[in-house]
């Protein structure tokens, strides 16, 4: 059963703390992205990645970092550099980076106490 | 300015009645133009991909179209199910071997029971 996971579904964060999200597809696709969803906002990418040990800065990485050891991980590090990280993330994942369907993981709940 | 709106932002439906969402797009050199389907608290599920003008594609109740500057969604005969935010993302050539996904803030589709 072929697909994207994130975990966990809840996360919540103290001042100051560094955060991993995971997120694993077994789709066998080489691109991966991360994004940041508010309210009455679209989404937003973070980072992305086209291919293994490969990986951009988006319109808002800064306070965020990423890594591409593996095709089928691309985990999120939000930082305590992020000032305000409150937010819904979205993994995707595509065949290809350019013109190819992204497909969204179930997402991750971040809240900051 | 926004590159991708949609329109309306909000819409509220008796069963049965037939509408179309809106999604219009500025940017230049498009790639391709997607439409999602996110449900409360989950990430967005794919609907429809269209590459050209004069494209169209349907499912059920939906219908996708997609001329030079604007795609519809229309919904025919819709039922309380297809309650639900409704997401268009247009990916375009920003520059070189660059390309964007720019997502549409959503509109926001409540079915009356």
């Known amino acids: 059963d072929g697909g994207i996971t994130q975990s966990p579904k809840y996360l919540f964060r103290k001042e100051g703390q560094n955060v991993t999200l995971s997120c694993e597809q077994n789709l066998n696709h080489d691109a991966m992205y991360w994004y940041r969803q508010d309210p009455g906002q679209g989404l937003r990418l973070i980072y992305y990645s086209q291919i293994v040990n490969d990986f951009q800065k988006g319109d808002i990485a800064e306070g965020y970092s990423v890594s591409r050891e593996k095709k089928e991980s691309f985990p999120l590090t939000v930082t305590s550099a992020q000032k305000n990280p409150t937010a819904f993330y979205l993994c995707a994942s595509s065949i290809l980076f350019s013109g190819t369907t992204q497909y969204f993981g179930p997402g991750t709940r971040l809240t900051v106490l | ?113």
Not at chain 2, 38 to 51: A, S, V
Not at chain 2, 57 to 74: C, D, G
Not at chain 2, 81 to 104: H, I, P
């Open chain 2, 1 to 113: 300015e926004d590159q991708v709106t949609q329109s309306p932002e909000a819409l509220r439906l008796q069963e049965g009645e037939s509408s179309s969402l809106n999604c219009s797009y500025t940017v230049s050199g498009l790639r391709g133009l997607f439409w999602y389907r996110q449900d409360p608290g989950k990430g967005p599920e794919f609907l429809f991909t269209l590459y050209s003008a004069g494209e169209e594609k349907e499912k059920e109740r939906l219908k996708a179209t997609l001329t030079k500057k604007e795609s519809f969604l229309h919904i025919t005969a819709p039922k309380p199910e297809d309650s639900a935010t409704y997401l268009c993302a247009v990916q375009w050539n920003s520059g070189g071997s660059n390309y964007k996904l720019t997502f549409g803030k959503g509109t926001l589709l409540t079915m009356n029971p």
